[in-house]
Structures are given as C-alpha cells and as structure tokens.
C-alpha cells in the first residue's frame, strides 16, 4: 500500500468512519489507501483508531494550559515556598523549576510525536527498554504514572474544595470547619467533572478553549489588586531575601526544599499526551501544544509570583490567615471588602474546577489504554468505548469512584490524604525519569530510535541529561519532610506512599501481571493483519 502526499486528509467523525471500514472483517488489511497520518501512525503503532479526533493546534494548546494551571497553582501554594527559601525560591527557583520542565517537557514531547498515543510513558518504555526487561519497566511505569495521575486529579479537585471551604472560614462567623465538610465539597468537584467529561464530550475541546482565555483574562484582572491596591514589599524583599523558617542548618537543604514549592507549578506536563488519541496530525500537534503550553505557563507564572511578593503586604497576617489560604487574605488586605474578596476567589476557584476536568480526562484515558493492553484488572471492561460518546466512559467512571474513595481517607485524617496526594511530584517525575533515561541511552549508544516529525535533533543528547538531573533532585527532595524537628502531623510520607506504590505495583505482577501482560498489545500487525 502507498501514500501519495497529496491525498485528501479525513478528520473527525469521518475519519472515524473511514478507519472502521478500512480494516476487513476477513483478512484484517487495512484496505483504504487515503488514510491520514493520524491513522497511518496508529496503525504503525499496532492500534485501532476507536476514540474520536476532535482536538486541533489551538484548543489542544488551551487544553494543555489549562490543565497545568500552574499560575494558579502557585497562587495556593506559595507559602510553602516561603518557609523554605523564601522570596528568592519563588523567584529564582521559580525559573529553574520552569527551565527543568521545559527540559523534562521538551523530552517528553519527542516520544509523543515518536509514538502518539494514550498509553504515554510506558508505551514509550516498551518500545526503548532491551527486550528482555521492556515489558516489566513498561508494566512499572504504566501502574506508576496511573497512581500519579490520580492523585493529580485528586489534588486539583481537593484545592478547589479547600478554597470553597476557605470562603465559608472567611465569611460565615462561628463556622467550624472540619474534614468531612473538605470530603464533600472535593466529591462534588470531582462529580462535575465526570458530568463534563462524559456529557459534554462533543463540545469539550469548546469547553477547554474557553477555560482558556478566562485563565488569561483572570490572570491580568487578580494583577490589578495585587499591583495597585496592596501596600507593596521592596524590590530587596522580593529579589534578595532569603528565609529558613523550616529548621534546616544547611540553608542550601532549605531552598532545594522551597524548589518543590515552584516544581508543584509545573507538574503533570505529561497530561497532553493521553489525549493523543482525539488529536487530530498528533504526531507534530501534540509535541509542539506541550512546548507552546509550558512557555506560556511559565511567562505568566513568573509574573504572578513575583506580583504576590510585591503585593503581599503583612507576611505574617497572610500566612495566619484562618482560611489556610494566605492568597485570600491577601486579596482581603487589598480591597478591604469581603464581598469583593470573594468574588475573585470564587474566580480562582472557577479556574482550578475546569482544571479538574483536564486531569479526569488524562487520568481516564491512560486507564483505558492500560486497559487496552491487559495492563489492568478486568481490562475487556475498562477498555470499553461508547459508542455513543466515542470515550472511555467506563474509565471516566472508575477513576471518579477511585479518586472519590481517596476522599474518604480524608475525614479519618488530612495528614493521610495530603500523603496520597503529594504522590503526584514523585510519581510523575519517576515516571518521566525511565523513559528519558532509556532514551538518553539510546543516543549515547548511537542505537536505533523510531523518530517521529517533531525531534530535538542534535540538542537531544544534552537535553535528556539535564531532564534527568532535575528529576533526580526533584525525586531526591520529594522525600524529605518540610520542617525540623519532624513530628507526626509534619512528616512528609510520600516517601512511604511511593514505596506503598511500588510494593503494590510487584505483587500485582506476581499475581496477574506476569500471566497476562506482554506490553502494549498490537491490534494491527506491521504487515497490516489483525490480530486475532
């Protein structure tokens, strides 16, 4: 079969159609000739196109930004910044963490235009690991980047809740917060999202590009109370001060500790590539919206944090504050209304719900492709497609219900869920790290790499190293708790939680994997038959 470059190229619905008659029910060949790239790759790649292609250039670019939502990230977390390296880690460790991903971005982005597909990473390991240890570092990394996706979802959805719960602190006198109250309203973040998810499928990619332009547009309106209504700290403050209110001797320890505050801005920059199945021209569309995404994440994330440090008034007030969320008492001291004070949280939170619906969907769809290739329990289920929705709505389902349950842990006690959900830094970097690195080592030994259109060239090689080195401190600091003397409710327990994640993921291989996985399962062989 030939391609001529001047063939029509069929999207959306119709490609769908075209894709399904093209493969015949006897022989399995791939009989239509005037296919596009985006079927020829999957096809190549041994994979049905089953899930409909609706994402072009611009809403995935949207799609990608919003997901990440690392300006508003950092509008929640700062403070941790703060008693670890102080101003000078949300500055400068604020660009080193956003250098480092674009590095760790830059690589990943490479694999996905080599291999467009949901599975992401351990597709990735699967086709770069040797042979005889490629289906056992593709099952870890599989089960790894699911647990961290997860508790991406979970944690972007529990923010939302905690600010919502913020807001009652803040304007109900007498309210008394406690951790079921935080439970149901992270439930009924996580149940609209679902709702989107599923139910507003045909106009998701409408839905993400106007997310968009309300996270421009919100970012510029919270920098006018910031800049002009808030008695504003020194540019010595902001640009020279260094603090250690965590207990550490080594004030190096310190902002290394500080530099996950920034990283956290930045995490799940994979997300883009399991939706590489609804993207129309994937191979070159995918690479080039993670890229265009993460820079324009980082411009206006070093903007806004450098906006707070200006404009954040007394630092002791803020961090005080009852609501937990310094940013709320800082827009309070900013215009000395809580009518008004409200109301742009409420935008905030507004921002983080519609991030909520990005990381479902990530999250779903890596359990369905994982599920597609026996990687999970009852895989035939959970790698059902509607066919009314063309989604995976049992996975959509399943990660909500999983994702709901983690909630539960939450009403026993915070310091546990807070374990399960800053899973999300090291689970996501330890996932990136074994691709990358088999990667890197492929380029060292000159051995042969599957490229796709969108590649580093000979920026590649170095590339990698430097991804490598910023996981591997990222990883490395991920574990330490943040204050000295360490008690039960300051422990960090990641550490624990991950090697929890690592001993779960080994018995599940013993008990089921090593019997059924064989890595990603090709649905189409090279010469083009089906396999039955």
């Known amino acids: 079969m030939t391609f001529s470059e001047d063939m029509p190229i069929p999207q959306g619905r119709d490609l769908q159609r075209r894709v399904n008659n093209a493969i015949s029910d006897e022989t399995g060949h791939l009989e239509e000739p005037r296919l596009d790239l985006d079927a020829r790759s999957m096809a190549i790649l041994g994979k049905r196109q089953q899930l409909s292609r609706s994402f072009g250039l611009v809403s995935l670019v949207a799609f990608s930004t919003t997901l990440i939502a690392s300006w508003e990230s950092i509008a929640c ?9 102080g101003p000078a880690t949300l500055v400068y460790g604020l660009l080193v963490s956003w250098l480092g991903s674009l590095a760790v971005c830059a690589s990943l982005a490479e694999m996905a235009s080599m291999s467009p597909t949901s599975g992401g990473q351990y597709h990735w390991v699967s086709q770069l690991a040797p042979a005889r240890s490629a289906v056992i570092f593709s099952w870890t990394a599989g089960w790894v980047s699911i647990f961290a996706r997860l508790s991406a979802c979970a944690s972007g959805a529990f923010v939302a809740g905690e600010l919502i719960q913020g807001l009652l602190i803040f304007n109900v006198s007498g309210y008394e917060p406690l951790n079921w109250h935080a439970t149901m309203l992270y439930w009924m973040v996580l149940l609209i999202a679902m709702i989107v998810n599923i139910l507003g499928i045909r106009v998701f990619p409408h839905i993400e590009s106007a997310a968009f332009i309300f996270h421009i547009c919100l970012f510029f309106v919270l920098l006018v109370p910031l800049v002009y209504l808030t008695p504003q700290s020194s540019a010595e403050f902001v640009f020279a001060d260094f603090e250690n209110a965590g207990g550490w001797e080594s004030n190096g320890l310190s902002w290394c500790l500080g530099l996950l505050t920034s990283a956290w801005s930045f995490v799940g920059i994979d997300g883009t590539t399991h939706m590489s199945e609804e993207v129309k021209d994937a191979a070159n569309v995918v690479p080039q919206s993670m890229v265009i995404a993460l820079m324009i994440s980082g411009v206006l994330t070093m903007a806004f944090s450098i906006a707070i440090l200006f404009g954040i008034g007394d630092i002791h007030l803020a961090l005080e504050t009852p609501t937990h969320y310094p940013i709320i008492q800082i ?45 999970f329990p009852f895989p035939n289920y959970f790698a059902h ?33 807070n374990a399960l959900t800053s899973l999300a830094l090291i689970g996501h970097y330890s996932s990136y790290l074994l691709p990358i690195a088999l990667m890197a080592v492929r380029r060292f030994g000159k051995k042969e790499i599957p490229w796709g259109p969108w590649t580093l060239g000979r920026w590649g090689l ?54 059924v996985y064989w890595g990603p399962i090709r649905e189409v062989l090279e010469e083009g038959h089906m396999k039955k």
């Open 77 to 85: 977390t700062f403070q941790n910044g703060l008693v670890n390296g």
């Open 331 to 375: 827009f309070y001291t900013a215009t000395g209304s809580k009518g008004a004070t409200t109301a742009i949280t409420c935008t905030l939170i507004l921002t983080l719900v519609s991030t909520t619906f990005g990381l479902l969907a990530c999250a779903s769809r890596l359990a369905w492709a994982f599920a597609r290739d026996k990687g």
């Open 385 to 417: 497609v509607s066919k009314y929705y063309r989604i995976p709505v049992r996975s959509i389902v399943l990660i909500t219900f999983v994702a709901c349950l983690l909630g539960l842990i939450n009403i026993a006690s915070s310091t546990a869920f």
């Open 462 to 515: 170095p590339i990698n190293l430097v991804s490598i080195t910023y996981s591997i401190v990222l990883i490395v600091f991920a574990v330490f708790p943040p204050f000295q003397p360490v008690s039960a409710t300051t422990m960090n327990y990641a550490g624990v939680i991950f090697g929890a994640v690592m001993l779960l993921c080994t018995m599940m291989w013993f008990a089921y994997g090593r019997k």
